[in-house]
């Protein structure tokens, strides 16, 4: 991964929570959250002492690269933001200023507990579909604007291994919004759910409160029956 192609889009803990339709006692689980990039999750979790492991290959950079590489190119970002404001519903974030500014503070707050965490233990650098985590190591794993999001860059084959991944780890995994950058349905979502079911897991599409990308009014959840192991 070369920072050159990352482009930031920090989520903060509210937004994670409406997502993912996470409860109180989802909260105090042993949570994993894949592709998390400068998200303040983690950081406001470890405040309230329940620590959340977060992946993303981001993390092999320091925090004064990853805060360069948001001062570069972010303006650009917003700027894109304001160009196509009818691919967003504008409630919960009233408008592209509010936008703005709730993006950094969860960059921000990120990029300060990134820093304090020095042994990256609470951040892996790592990525789908090969996770250096054990078997049923969590109780949740999320996904936030990754798998069918980019379903134009990663192909059916690359989603399948990364859901199978997800559920290796983790005894339930959400994943979340289930449309492409375009707002259309992901072409991958059925034969996804079809090839996780014929596995013998539990897989069905919820809905969540959480909209801002038009379209995006669902999440994937995925349920494994007792002692299931998935190869």
């Known amino acids: ?15 994670y929570i409406a997502m993912f339709f996470l409860s109180e006692q989802d909260l105090h689980s042993r949570i994993v959250s894949v ?3 400068p998200a303040s999750f983690n950081a406001e979790m470890a405040a309230l002492a329940r620590p959340v492991i977060s992946v993303d ?3 092999r950079f ?3 690269e990853i805060a360069q590489r948001i001062d570069a190119v972010y303006p650009e970002v917003m700027q894109q933001v304001e160009r196509h404001q009818q691919d967003f519903i504008w409630d919960r974030i009233a408008n592209p200023t509010m936008l703005s500014q709730l993006r950094m503070q969860a960059m921000e707050t990120f990029l300060a ?12 650098d790592a990525s789908l579909p090969d996770l250096p985590l054990s078997d049923k190591q969590f109780d949740l794993a999320l996904c936030s604007h990754f798998l069918f999001l980019y379903s134009e860059q990663n192909d059916l084959q690359f989603h399948i291994q990364a859901c199978q991944e997800l559920c290796r ?3 339930e ?4 919004p289930l449309v492409t950058l375009d707002n259309s349905p992901s072409p991958y979502l059925k034969p996804v ?26 999440m994937l959840v995925i349920r494994r029956p007792q002692d299931h192991i998935v190869a």
Not at 1 to 15: F, K, N, T, Y
Not at 113 to 124: C, I, K, P, V
């Open 173 to 176: 995994v959400r994943i979340y």
């Open 193 to 218: 759910i079809e090839s996780l079911r014929f596995l013998g897991l539990e897989a069905s599409r919820q809905h969540v409160s959480y909209q801002f990308q038009r379209g995006a009014t669902e």
């Open 113 to 124: 507990d990134f820093q304090q965490d020095e042994a990256h233990w609470r951040y892996l």
């Open 62 to 64: 320091s925090a004064a």
């Open 35 to 37: 592709a998390d990039g």
């Open 169 to 171: 780890i983790a005894r």
């Open 1 to 15: 991964m070369e920072l050159e192609r990352v482009v930031p889009w920090g989520r903060s803990m509210d937004e």
């Open 57 to 59: 290959p981001l993390y």
